[in-house]
């Protein structure tokens, strides 16, 4: 089994920085991909931005230039600066492991106030 923890969530102005952590722990063999997921109030969950093995960083457009997504492959660990914070990126946000098999987290509240 793999637990998967997110933390750094809270509240912040409009213009401000977070940084996410996502940590993996368990029976893990090797993690494939990382990722950010979020989903705002009576929305559907979106890739904000993933960093595969090996691979290159993606990220959607609407955080292109104001989010950074890396990894500590030693710590099984993701992080998610995110800098020049809106009101619309206000959401939950979760992260997601694959082993390859997905492990989810429980999600952290990111709320931006304008």
């Known amino acids: 089994q793999v637990q998967v923890v997110e933390s750094g969530g809270g509240l912040v102005q409009a213009g401000g920085s977070l940084r996410l952590s996502c940590a993996a722990s368990?029976?893990?063999?090797?993690?494939?991909?990382m990722g950010w997921y979020r989903q705002a109030p009576g929305k559907q969950r979106e890739l904000v931005a993933a960093?595969?093995?090996?691979?290159?960083?993606n990220y959607a457009d609407s955080v292109k230039g104001r989010f950074t997504i890396t990894r500590d492959n030693a710590k099984n660990t993701v992080y998610l600066q995110m800098n020049s914070l809106k009101s619309e990126d206000t959401a939950v946000y979760y992260c997601?492991?694959?082993?390859?098999?997905?492990?989810w987290g429980q999600g952290t509240q990111v709320t931006v106030s304008s």
């Open positions: 960093i595969p093995s090996g691979g290159r960083t």
């Open positions: 368990g029976s893990i063999f090797s993690i494939n991909f």
């Open positions: 997601m492991v694959a082993t390859p098999r997905d492990y």
